[in-house]
């Protein structure tokens, strides 16, 4: 009997964690006619230019994986006066992720998308105009001047976050559970 239960209890426990690791759901990428410079500045919260600080997949606890892309901010054209942003995309293929590189300019459009996850974030996409700033002299020309970050932001913490510390959380307690088990079994033998 107690064999019964144990392989039950086990089952269960291995169970409890595959379930954690369940698959999100993707959509298709497909984008219309891009968009002009004004229409596209009128929808986005953000636009600036900036340089790839850092640049690092998240993988979220719906199990979404998306991309964080860190900027150092040059010029700011809309939203807050911050020297730094992070910016969020898919991982490229069908998420319609914008696949950005360390150490590279970029003209960003950006706005508030649950898109790739629960959480709102800010986030571009390949339909937006984001682009290369070498390549964005269209765009440049039509927003004008810009202007400098008043604000010095640190952002790297909030970068890297807290997930790694989550998920090594529910596996110590995973782990303290069938020690814990294994002992009390042990113990009544």
């Given at each position: 009997?107690?064999?019964?239960?144990?392989?039950?209890?086990?089952?269960?426990?291995?169970?409890?964690?595959?379930?954690?690791?369940?698959?999100?759901?993707?959509?298709a990428c497909s984008?219309?006619?891009?968009?002009?410079?004004?229409?596209q500045f009128n929808r986005s919260q953000a636009v600036f230019s900036g340089r790839v600080l850092e640049f690092k997949e998240q993988r979220h606890l719906n199990g979404s994986l998306t991309k964080a892309?860190?900027?150092?901010?040059?010029?700011i054209w809309k939203g807050g006066s911050e020297s730094k942003i992070t910016i969020h995309t898919g991982t490229g293929g069908g998420d319609c992720g914008f696949?950005?590189?360390?150490?590279?300019?970029?003209?960003?459009y950006a706005q508030p998308s649950t898109m790739y996850g629960g959480?709102?974030?800010l986030v571009t996409i390949l339909c937006d105009r984001t682009n290369v700033l070498s390549q964005a002299q269209e765009d440049l020309a039509?927003?004008?001047?810009?202007?400098?970050?008043?604000?010095?932001?640190?952002?790297?913490?909030?970068?890297?976050?807290?997930?790694r510390y989550i998920w090594i959380l529910i596996i110590g307690v995973a782990a303290l559970g069938t020690?814990?088990?294994?002992?009390?079994?042990?113990a009544r033998k």
């Open positions: 009997m107690r064999k019964i239960t144990s392989l039950i209890l086990m089952t269960v426990l291995v169970l409890s964690i595959m379930m954690s690791f369940k698959p999100s759901t993707v959509y984008c219309a006619q891009p968009q002009d410079v004004a229409a892309a860190l900027f150092e901010v040059s010029h696949k950005f590189e360390k150490n590279k300019e970029y003209l960003v959480k709102e974030l039509a927003l004008g001047e810009g202007k400098a970050p008043t604000k010095t932001a640190n952002l790297t913490g909030e970068f890297y976050g807290l997930q020690i814990l088990f294994f002992a009390r079994r042990k």
